[in-house]
C-alpha cells in the first residue's frame, strides 16, 4: 500500500520538490502551447495566478483549517495594497520593501481589531460580519478623499530591480513553432528588471511569496497551533475543555489569514501600479472562497488547484468572461450537493503513513499484553 | 455632522426611515422563518426579493401601465403585486429544491450549506444580469419584445404612478410611504397570527423547537420547510411590489445590499423571531435614514455593517431574544 | 486523612427557576475513584459540567488541589489538571485517534506561532514529548493499532476507549468520566471497570458517573448519591447499598430504565 512518492528518502523527495518549484519559475519562459493565452500576456496571466494562489493559502486558514467562514477576505487584501498605495505614492514616497511589511502589519492588526469582538460570535454570523467589514472597507474607501476616492491610486512603486534598465542578463523564452521548438531571442526577460511591458518578474516575486507562504503552512500546520486550529473547527468546546485556548488560536487564525491576504493585495497594488475600490468589490471575496472550496478546504494542494483554476480559465476563456460568476456560483452549488469535502480533499493518509513504522514497533512489545486483555 | 438638517426634518426623515424599514422587515421575515427551523442563513433570500421586484416591474410595463389610471392602474398594480408573491414563491421553492434540501437530507455542516446558498445566490443574480444573453441562447431574442413591449431590458418603472404628499400636522407625507408601511405591518400581523394559530403554524413552531420530536408527532419536516420557504417567499414577493412603488427602479444587483439589511433587521430583532423582524426592520430604516441625514448620504451603506456589528458585540440574542419555536412573544 | 483533591462546597446551580443543583457538597480525596450516581435528572451531568467550568455556580466554591476554581475558563481548568470524557462521545472526528490523543497533550504544551514557525528546540521537545505521550496512553488504552484512523472511522467502544485517551493525555491529577460505560455489554463493562482501576493505579483520581449499580458497587472507593439536585448520601458502596433513602430514590425508578 506504501505510496511511491511518500517511500522515497528525504534528499530525493526535497530534490524532486526543488525541480518543481525550478520547473514553476521556468514556466512562463516555455510559454507551452495550449496552456499559454493567447491575446493576454502570459506572464501577466501567471502572476494573477500566483496572486490568487497566495489569497487562497491564506484564506486557508481561516476558512479551511480553523473553520471560520470569512466573507470579507478581500478587506485584508485592500487594506494591504491602500497601505503600501498611500506609502509609496499618495501621502509618502516609501520605498516598496519597506511599505509591505506596513502594510502586511496594518492588515493583521485590522484582523485582530476585527476578530476580538467578533470571534465570539457564533459561526455563520460571522460570515455577515465579515461581509459587512469587506464592504465597509470599499465604501470607506470610496467615500476617504484621503484614499483617493473613486478615482484610486496611481503611481504607486515598482519592486526594485538588480542590474538596471537591462537586468544582469537576458533570458529568452522559447518559441513554438510547427513541430519544433526554438529560443526565440528577440523575445528575452531581464533579470531582474520590474518594468512595464515584460510581467515575467511580478510572476516570478508572486511565486516566491507563494513558496514561501506554502512553506509556512507546512510547519505550522505541522505543530500545535494546526491542530488547535483543527480541533476548534470540529468541536469547539470539546476543544476547550481539552485545554485549547480556542479564542485565542481563532484569533490567531484570523490575524495570519490577514497577514496572507495583506501580503497579496500589496503586491498586487505594486505590480499593478494603480488601484481604485473597483478592485475590491465583494465579487473577489466570493471567488477567494470559491478558491478555496472548489480545490477542496484544508488541503493546500488542492487550495492552489482551486486558485489557479479560479484564476487561470477566465483569462485563457476569455470569451466567456461574461459568465464567469455564474459558472462559480453553480460550481459552488454543485460541489456543496456532490462533493462537498472539493475536488481533493485533505489527504490524512501522509502523516498517518509516517507512523507505521514506529506502531510496528511497539506492536512487537505489546503482543503479550494484548492477549491478556482479550 | 449635520445636525441641524437632522433635527428639522425629523418627521418626515422618521417617516420615510419607517417605510424603508417596514420592506426591510418583510425581507427579513424570510431570513427569520428559514433560520428558526433550520439554523441556516438563507443567503439567497435576497435574490427571491430581486425576481420579485422583476416580475413586479415587467408585470406593470407589459400591462402598459404608464398609460394607465384610475381603475386600470390599479387593477394593472394587483396583477403585479400577484405576480411578484408568485414569482418569490417559485424562486424560494427552487431554492429550498435546489441548494437546500439535498443537503439537509444529508444534515450536511452549516458552512456547507451557507456555500451553497452563496452559489445559488451568485447564479441567481446573474442569470437576471445576463438575461439578454439567456435569450440570445434560448432564441428568444426576436420575438420576446412583442409580448412584454420593452420590458425586460426596462429596469424601471418611474412616472408610471404619481405620489400625492399630504400635509399631516404641518408634516408632509408621501402617500406611497404610507401604503408601504401599512401595507407591510398589516401582513406582519396576518402572519404572526397564523403562525400562532394554524395547524401549518403550529407545525413551524414545533419543527423549530426539536424536529425529532416534531416528525414524531406527525409534522412532515420536509413539507414544513417547504412552507417556511413559501412564506418568505410571499413576504419577500410582497416587500419586492412595496420596493418597486417606492423606488421604482431595480437591478439585478439590487438584492445584495437589501438582503445584507434585512439580515440586520433580523439579527437586530433576535433571529427566529417574528415580531423582533419588524422591530429590527423599523429600527433599521429609521437609523440609516438619521444617520445618513447626519453623516452624509454616502455613508448610508455603512450604518447598516456598522450597526450589525455592534449588535452582534453588544447583544447577539437581538432585542427581543431569539427562536421562533417560542415565538408567542 | 487522606488529602483532598477536589472539594465541591455548597454548590447551587440554578438555571431560570429550574434548580439543578442544591448545596452540594463533597470531596474527593487524592487516589480515590468516587462514584456519583443517582437516577436520571438528579443533576450528575450539571455537577461535572460546573467542577469543568462550562457552568459557572450561582453560589457555592469549588477549589481543586486548595485554589479556588470558580470562574476560570475552561481550558484554565484543564491545564490545572482535571480532564473529562462526555456522555455523549464528543471526540474531533475528522482527525487521527492520534491526533486527537495529541490535542489533549498539547494541554500541557505553549509552543507558538513562531515555535512552530521556525522549528525551536521547544517545538521539537514538545512534538517528541507529546507524541511519546500519546502513543504510550493509547497503547494503555488498547487501541494503539488504531492511532491513524480517523476518529470517525473507529467502533463505537473503541470512540469511547479514545475519549479516555485523550482526557487521561492532558496530564490531569483528576479524571471526570461520565457515563464511559453507556452502551456496552456486560463483559466490555467489566472490562472497562478493571482499566478504570488501573487508570487509578497509574497515580490518577477519578470521578465516575454510572448508572449500572452494580458495576459502580464493584469498582468505586466511597459513592455520592444526587436525588433531584440534592446530595442524598455519601458514603462506602457497603454504606450505600443499605441507606434506605438511597433505596427508595431507585426503587421510585426503574432501573433498567435510569441506563
Not at chain 1, 195 to 223: F, H
Not at chain 2, 9 to 17: K, V
Request: with cysteine; aromatic share 8%; charged share 20%.
Amino acid at each position: 500500500m506504501k505510496n511511491k512518492l511518500t517511500g522515497l528518502p528525504k534528499p530525493v523527495k526535497i530534490l524532486l520538490w526543488v525541480l518543481l518549484a525550478l520547473f514553476a519559475y521556468a514556466v512562463p519562459l516555455l510559454e507551452p502551447p495550449i496552456i499559454s493565452t493567447p491575446g493576454v500576456d502570459f506572464g501577466g496571466v501567471l502572476f494573477t495566478v500566483s496572486i490568487y494562489c497566495l489569497v487562497a493559502l491564506g484564506l486557508n486558514i481561516v476558512v479551511g483549517y480553523a473553520g471560520l467562514l470569512d466573507l470579507g477576505y478581500v478587506g485584508f487584501y485592500a487594506i494591504g495594497a491602500y497601505t503600501v498605495a498611500i506609502l509609496t505614492s499618495f501621502h509618502a514616497s516609501w520605498p516598496l520593501l519597506l511599505a509591505i511589511p506596513v502594510g502586511v502589519v496594518a492588515a493583521m492588526v485590522s484582523g485582530v481589531l476585527l476578530g476580538a469582538p467578533t470571534l465570539r460570535v457564533r459561526g455563520d454570523y460571522l460570515a455577515i460580519v465579515t461581509l459587512g467589514f469587506g464592504e465597509i472597507i470599499r465604501l470607506v474607501a470610496v467615500n476617504t478623499e484621503w484614499l483617493g476616492d473613486t478615482r484610486g491610486i496611481k503611481n504607486i512603486a515598482k519592486p526594485p530591480g538588480v542590474g538596471g534598465e537591462e537586468g544582469w542578463f537576458q533570458i529568452p523564452h522559447l518559441f513554438w513553432g510547427d513541430g519544433t521548438v526554438l529560443l526565440d531571442t528577440e523575445d528575452k526577460t531581464k533579470f531582474l528588471f520590474f518594468g512595464v511591458l515584460d510581467q515575467i518578474p511580478y510572476y516570478w516575486m508572486g511565486l516566491t511569496a507563494v513558496i514561501l507562504v506554502l512553506i509556512a503552512d507546512i510547519l505550522i500546520k505541522n505543530s500545535r497551533v494546526g491542530r488547535a486550529w483543527e480541533a476548534t473547527r470540529e468541536d469547539e468546546d470539546a476543544a476547550e475543555l481539552m485545554g485549547v485556548p480556542t479564542f485565542k488560536f481563532k484569533l490567531l487564525a484570523f490575524a495570519t489569514g490577514a497577514f496572507v491576504g495583506g501580503l497579496a493585495g500589496g503586491l498586487y497594488a505594486s505590480r499593478q501600479g494603480f488601484i481604485n475600490p473597483q478592485s475590491f468589490l465583494l465579487l473577489f471575496s466570493i471567488l477567494y472562497l470559491a478558491a478555496v472550496v472548489v480545490g477542496g478546504q484544508g488541503n493546500r494542494w488542492g487550495v492552489l488547484v482551486g486558485a489557479a483554476l479560479v484564476a487561470y480559465l477566465p483569462q485563457r476563456f476569455r470569451e466567456f468572461d461574461d459568465f464567469r460568476v455564474l459558472v462559480f456560483g453553480l460550481a459552488l452549488v454543485v460541489l456543496a450537493t456532490v462533493r462537498p469535502q472539493g475536488l481533493l480533499p485533505p489527504r490524512r493518509t501522509v502523516r498517518a503513513k509516517k507512523l507505521e513504522h514506529e506502531l510496528e514497533e511497539l506492536e512487537e512489545g505489546t503482543g503479550e499484553e494484548e492477549n491478556a486483555h482479550a | 455632522m449635520n445636525f441641524e438638517f437632522l433635527f428639522n426634518n425629523l418627521p418626515e426623515l422618521t417617516i420615510t426611515g419607517l417605510a424603508f424599514g417596514a420592506i426591510y422587515a418583510l425581507v427579513a421575515l424570510g431570513y427569520t422563518m428559514v433560520y428558526g427551523v433550520l439554523q441556516l442563513i438563507n443567503f439567497a433570500h435576497s435574490e427571491v426579493f430581486m425576481y420579485g421586484t422583476f416580475a413586479m416591474l415587467w408585470t406593470v410595463m407589459a400591462l402598459n401601465g404608464a398609460e394607465a389610471d384610475g381603475v386600470k392602474l390599479i387593477a394593472i398594480l394587483i396583477a403585479a403585486l400577484f405576480a411578484a408573491m408568485l414569482m418569490s414563491a417559485a424562486i424560494a421553492l427552487i431554492l429550498e429544491r435546489v441548494a437546500y434540501r439535498p443537503l439537509i437530507k444529508r444534515d450536511a455542516p452549516r458552512l456547507i450549506a451557507l456555500i451553497s446558498a452563496i452559489g445559488a445566490s451568485f447564479v441567481l443574480a446573474e442569470l437576471m444580469g445576463l438575461r439578454d444573453k439567456v435569450a440570445e441562447w434560448l432564441g428568444l431574442d426576436d420575438n420576446l419584445d412583442d409580448y412584454v413591449s420593452g420590458a425586460r431590458i426596462n429596469n424601471s418603472m418611474a412616472g408610471v404612478l404619481e405620489k400625492p404628499r399630504f400635509d399631516v400636522a404641518g408634516v408632509s407625507v408621501s402617500s406611497i410611504d404610507l401604503i408601504v408601511i401599512v401595507a407591510a405591518v398589516g401582513m406582519m400581523v396576518l402572519l404572526d397570527q397564523f403562525v400562532r394559530r394554524s395547524r401549518l403554524g403550529k407545525g413551524i413552531r414545533a419543527t423549530a423547537q426539536d424536529p425529532e420530536t416534531a416528525s414524531l408527532m406527525g409534522v412532515n419536516p420536509t413539507r414544513t420547510i417547504q412552507v417556511t420557504f413559501l412564506i418568505g417567499g410571499i413576504m419577500a414577493g410582497i416587500a419586492a411590489f412595496l420596493y418597486m412603488l417606492k423606488i421604482e427602479t431595480t437591478r439585478f444587483d439590487v438584492g445584495f445590499l437589501l438582503g445584507v439589511k434585512a439580515f440586520t433587521a433580523a439579527v437586530l430583532g433576535g433571529i427566529g423571531n417574528l415580531r423582533g423582524a419588524l422591530l429590527g426592520g423599523l429600527i433599521l430604516g429609521v437609523a440609516e435614514n438619521w444617520g445618513s441625514a447626519l453623516f452624509g448620504t454616502e455613508w448610508r451603506d455603512v450604518i447598516a455593517f456598522v450597526l450589525l456589528v455592534l449588535i452582534l458585540l453588544v447583544r447577539p440574542t437581538g432585542l427581543l431574544g431569539e427562536s421562533l419555536g417560542k415565538a408567542r412573544a | 486523612m487522606p488529602e483532598a483533591i477536589l472539594e465541591v462546597q455548597n454548590v447551587t446551580l440554578k438555571f431560570g427557576g429550574l434548580t439543578a443543583l442544591d448545596d452540594v457538597s463533597f470531596t474527593i480525596n487524592e487516589g480515590e475513584i468516587l462514584g456519583l450516581i443517582g437516577p436520571n435528572g438528579a443533576g450528575k451531568t450539571t455537577c461535572f459540567n460546573a467542577v469543568t467550568g462550562v457552568y459557572r455556580p450561582t453560589s457555592g466554591g469549588i477549589s481543586f488541589q486548595g485554589r479556588s476554581i470558580v470562574g476560570l475558563k475552561k481550558h484554565k481548568i484543564t491545564q490545572q489538571g482535571i480532564a473529562r470524557t462526555f456522555q455523549n462521545i464528543r471526540l474531533f472526528p475528522t482527525m487521527t485517534a492520534l491526533e486527537n490523543v495529541l490535542v489533549g497533550a498539547d494541554a500541557q504544551h505553549s509552543t507558538g506561532m513562531l515555535s512552530a514557525l521556525f522549528r525551536l528546540p521547544k517545538h521539537r521537545r514538545e512534538e517528541r514529548e507529546g507524541h511519546d505521550r500519546a502513543m504510550e496512553v493509547l497503547r494503555f488504552m488498547g487501541i494503539h493499532r488504531k492511532a491513524d484512523e480517523l476518529a470517525a472511522n473507529l467502533s463505537y467502544g473503541d470512540q469511547r476507549r479514545l475519549e479516555i485517551a485523550r482526557a487521561m493525555a492532558t496530564n490531569p491529577k483528576l479524571i471526570c468520566l461520565d457515563e464511559p460505560a453507556a452502551g456496552f455489554n456486560p463483559a466490555e463493562k467489566v472490562e472497562l471497570m478493571n482499566l478504570i482501576r488501573r487508570v487509578r493505579d497509574q497515580g490518577f483520581t477519578v470521578l465516575l458517573i454510572e448508572h449500572d449499580m452494580k458495576l459502580v458497587m464493584g469498582v468505586t472507593d466511597r459513592i455520592v448519591v444526587l436525588e433531584f439536585g440534592r446530595k442524598i448520601a455519601e458514603g462506602s458502596p457497603a454504606d450505600i447499598r443499605d441507606n434506605p433513602a438511597v433505596i427508595a430514590a431507585y426503587l421510585g425508578v426503574d432501573e433498567e430504565d435510569a441506563s
